[in-house]
């Protein structure tokens, strides 16, 4: 059977970039290669629980008034695009790994590394070990193609504009995080690193639009920024980077992966926020 092949990434560019900001959705693809479904433990279902449902529909809008999108192609799953290159759980693979692999970070232990382990209710995903060359194979084809695009729209949006705001769109689950019970979750979680990623004074207008509208906002609990957070903000250099995770539970049905009428709502504001953006994106005095 041929494998059908597509392109890695989605860039969705504005008619005219207005807005000193990138758009960046790296969990929404949903692209399940066959061969991947077959050598998978899981039903199509269960494999795209740690899916981020959507999420590049939700800011859309950014391509409206001035902004461009990244989005992946390909599932979480399959690919990780939010972790650094070679984090990877020596179990999963029938060879030793190079010695350059980083085989014990916090993610790789959760099970969560650049090739997951696990979905994330914690469930194994391959039926048996795979090799390091089908590791490699899913980075060429995934990973680095996304990593090199984000690089230069950021590079494009420094030089355009002189700053340049990355903003990493996700969504999380209400119930659990890779297994563990979490409780009192709010509707949205902005990541700043703790003020290491992103000035205050952009992080503050996310926060107080977002409040206005009705929704619980919590800074940096329990996410505080993935690696491409980490990896791309440089405040010295005008670089700015926030993580938005929105609560599932606002638009979708987690259990038969479904829209629900939250999704109109959400979209909506989502698209306020952007247009305020445009007409008022906020100054940063050095």
Partial sequence: MTQLKIEPIEIHYPDKWTIPAVFSSPHSGSFYPSDFILQSALKPTALRQSEDFMVDELFMAATEFGAPLLKARYP???CDVNRDTYELDQSMFQDTLPSYVKTDTPRVLAGIGTIPKV???GVPIHKGQITFAE???RLDMCYFPYHETLQSLLRQCLHKFGTALLIDCHSMPDKTIHG???GGLSDIVLGTRYGRSCNEVLSDFFYEHLTNMGYSVSYNSPYAGGFITQRYANQSQNIHALQIEIN???YMD???LTATAGLYDL???MRKIIIQLHEN????EN
């Fill in 267 to 269: 979209k909506a504001n």
């Fill in 248 to 250: 599932r539970n606002l």
């Fill in 119 to 121: 979905v994330t209710a």
């Fill in 76 to 78: 979480r799953a399959f």
């Fill in 254 to 256: 987690q259990t038969s």
């Fill in 180 to 182: 563990a019970t979490v």
């Fill in 281 to 284: 994106f906020p100054v940063i």
């Fill in 135 to 137: 590791a490699r194979r």
